[in-house]
């Protein structure tokens, strides 16, 4: 069981920055392939960015360059630096890991944060 709390979501006007933080039990981050999700009202909830155990990254095209997923093992902690946001990309946040060996699935994670909320004005 890995428990994660995700914080750093907010307001910010389009063009600007913010990063989310997911604070992740025990040193889930080392051993679980980790990742960001989004579900904005009426759509679907999609895969945003992933990193696996060693550090490979995948993300969705909507957001390349302009979001980047990392993480500090040392803290167990994940995080997503968001650049040029814009409106289209408010939505919940969530941070999910699963434990797996090999690179990360986007249909695979079993565990989910309660979300933080991330609203992009013009």
């Known amino acids: 069981q890995v428990q994660l709390v995700e914080s750093g979501g907010g307001s910010v006007q389009a063009g600007g920055s913010l990063m989310l933080s997911c604070a992740a039990s025990?040193?889930?981050?080392?051993?679980?392939?980790m990742g960001w999700f989004r579900q904005a009202p009426g759509k679907e909830r999609e895969g945003v960015a992933t990193i696996d155990r060693s550090g490979s990254t995948t993300y969705v095209d909507s957001v390349k360059g302009r979001f980047t997923i990392s993480k500090d093992n040392a803290k167990s902690t994940l995080y997503l630096q968001m650049i040029n946001v814009k409106p289209e990309d408010t939505a919940m946040y969530y941070c999910?890991?699963?434990?797996?060996?090999?690179?990360?699935?986007?249909?695979?994670?079993?565990?989910w944060g309660q979300g933080t909320q991330v609203i992009v004005s013009l």
């Open positions: 999910a890991a699963y434990w797996t060996t090999g690179a990360c699935a986007t249909s695979a994670f079993r565990y």
């Open positions: 025990g040193d889930a981050t080392n051993w679980y392939c």
